[in-house]
């Protein structure tokens, strides 16, 4: 069983997670500049059993595709094209920086440390997954 592999993407930058080989605990895994995703996706999936990819779907109160689609539309096109065979799903991330931002707090984390945008990335391509993971999609796709 390989690994699921959740982003978060911005168009500066991209939150990471993954999951652990036996799909049971997703964690932050990176933030990467939006320019080197690919080869960084490209390098971790050489190197890890990677299944499926995750990639937030970011969506308006009503459940429609937000403008941000404009942007990531054409990434998940390079990124299959580069990534040929890889199964890639969209996720609703509705909230996910929010929820982020609340974890941070209710964790401890002191005001300048969550204002780096980086760890917000991360945190929430590892809602993302979380969320996925026990989504009902995901349990019909084992």
Known sequence: MGRLLAIDYGRRRCGLAVTDPLR????????VATPT??????????ENS????IIGKPTD?????????RYIEPAVG??????????IY???ERFTST??????IDSGMTRSQRRNREAVDRMAATIILNDFLQSKFYQTLQ
Do not use: N, Q
């Not at 995703?37 to 050489?46: E, G, V």
């Not at 990677?50 to 990819?53: E, P």
């Not at 109160?61 to 689609?69: F, H, L, T, V």
């Not at 390079?78 to 199964?87: D, N, Q, S």
């Open 78 to 87: 390079r990124i299959r094209k580069e990534l040929p065979g890889m199964p």
């Open 99 to 104: 929820i982020a931002h609340r974890s941070m």
């Open 61 to 69: 109160m009503a459940g429609r595709p937000s403008d941000s689609m």
């Open 37 to 46: 995703l690919i080869d960084y996706l490209k390098r971790y999936t050489a």
């Open 24 to 31: 049971i605990v997703a964690t932050a895994l990176e933030t």
């Open 50 to 53: 990677v299944d499926y990819i």
């Open 90 to 92: 969209f996720f609703d």
